[in-house]
């Protein structure tokens, strides 16, 4: 009867159905997630959330309902309630998967990057899939040796890559970047954006030559006044060493 009435449009007698039906069967998985996803059609997010947490209890602890809601929540982009309603299913469920995958990219959406970190770096420990997120996070905190060590687990090796390059960079690691270039070239990773980049880093490193090289192949309207800029700083590096920033 509630789906035909769903159907129909008839939304307010499916709720009453449901609920009917809920009463005689209090612990029935499928009309508690219909009328979980009823009222987050309609918008009514804590009518939504008060039947994800009766059937949390009367289920013995299954946490679709409370996920469907906090996906709910998430595309609302009301971030702290999401991260209230996943928390309550993490404590339900300490070792769900799916409850801490959502809460950690929850958290690093509203800029808890300790917090992200810290449920990253666990799910990663299972699934090297979150080792991007896990050092991404962690750099954030400033932790970057941590960060580099679980981008080395990073499974895809243009990512890694990618990431390892962000890192020595943030890092003040001039010289350790400027070895990844024969890798980045290797992957098909050395456009214009990671040439000036390394440019960058060659003349932070003092390595003038090799800045000149990198800077070489840019061109274009973009790229031909940021050229121009560092060859002048190049310049200024070579000729007056004191002066160099």
Known sequence: IAR???????HEVAREALARGLTRFPGHRVMHLELTLLYIRHGLLRAALDVARHFLKVSGGDR??????????IESRRYSQAIRVLEEARLAAPRDRRVLERLAYTYARQGHAYAAARLFVRLARQDPAFAHAAADQLRITGRRRE??????RVPEAKRRLTQRLDLLLSAGSFHRALLLEPALRQHGLAGPAVRYRLAHAAIRAG???????LLKRLGGKHWGPRRE???EVVRICKEKPWLCP
């Open 4 to 10: 035909a009435a769903h159907l129909a449009h008839l």
């Open 64 to 73: 679709l309902a409370h996920l469907l809601v906090a996906d709910a929540i």
């Open 147 to 152: 960060a580099l060590r679980w981008n080395r």
């Open 207 to 213: 390595r003038y030559s090799d800045a000149q090289r």
């Open 229 to 231: 800029r560092l060859a």
